[in-house]
């Protein structure tokens, strides 16, 4: 990561964290009252070059399960309180703490699930060639309202066209996002759909993590 892009991370997830703590507080409360324990969902994810990390970020689901004991899909566990963190991107602030410790960076593809590392093309898996973002690219080009194809084209777009301006430039293009709450689910999703590869796709709720 270029000295000036970490130098960046470092110094403004350090003070988000310290100047939304009482964001952040309140956000944990709300989720203990009307989500429940643990506040955090915690889930290993690929980073830069694919290598594991753990990411953090406030619950938005409930771990209800049916009869079998296996979790019932998103859309039966996502929350109302949940989908009010998700659309004011609440739910993400605890990202910050991977930023600070270098895993992540506020600007880059999104990490998404280790069972998708080989389903990407050659090509796709270049978007472990930067360390992995809050947001991107991609989330300001539509966010999960796009297709898996194209979300990695853009991904792929960012890793060749980097600059400290288009982190800039998409920073503040994710703030007018966030505040039109573009683009946070697939349509027939509460999130999106799979990615099972470039042949195949599952339009089926996926289960255990979330977005």
């Known amino acids: 990561m270029p000295f000036s892009k970490r130098a960046f991370d470092f110094i403004f997830s350090l003070l988000a964290l310290i100047i939304l703590s009482p964001v952040i507080l309140i956000t944990a409360i709300i989720v203990r009252v009307f989500i ?12 830069y070059h ?19 004991g296996d979790l019932l899909p998103d859309a039966q566990r ?10 004011l991107s609440l739910d993400e602030l605890p990202e ?40 991107g690219w991609a989330q300001v080009n539509g966010r999960n309202a796009i ?3 194209d979300k990695f ?5 960012y890793v060749d066209n980097w600059s400290f301006w288009l982190d800039v430039k998409i920073i503040l293009l994710t703030f007018a996002k966030v ?16 990615f099972m590869g470039n042949q195949t796709s599952q339009h089926e709720e996926h289960k255990g993590h979330e977005g």
Request: net charge positive.
């Open 78 to 87: 996502l929350t109302a309180s949940g989908k009010i963190l998700r659309a």
């Open 50 to 68: 694919g290598i594991p990390f753990r990411i953090y970020k406030f619950r938005t689901m409930t771990n209800r399960v049916d009869a079998h």
């Open 179 to 194: 505040f039109k709450r573009e683009g946070i689910s697939q349509a027939g999703h509460v999130t999106a759909e799979i």
């Open 153 to 157: 084209k853009y991904d792929v777009w």
């Open 36 to 47: 429940g324990t643990p506040i955090l969902f915690a889930q290993k994810r690929p980073g």
């Open 96 to 135: 910050l703490i991977n930023i600070l410790r270098g895993e992540m960076s506020f600007v880059g593809p999104r990490p998404l699930l280790m069972e998708y590392l080989p389903r990407y093309s050659a090509e796709q898996a270049r978007r472990h060639d930067v360390f992995p973002g809050l947001t």
């Open 147 to 149: 297709s898996w194809e």
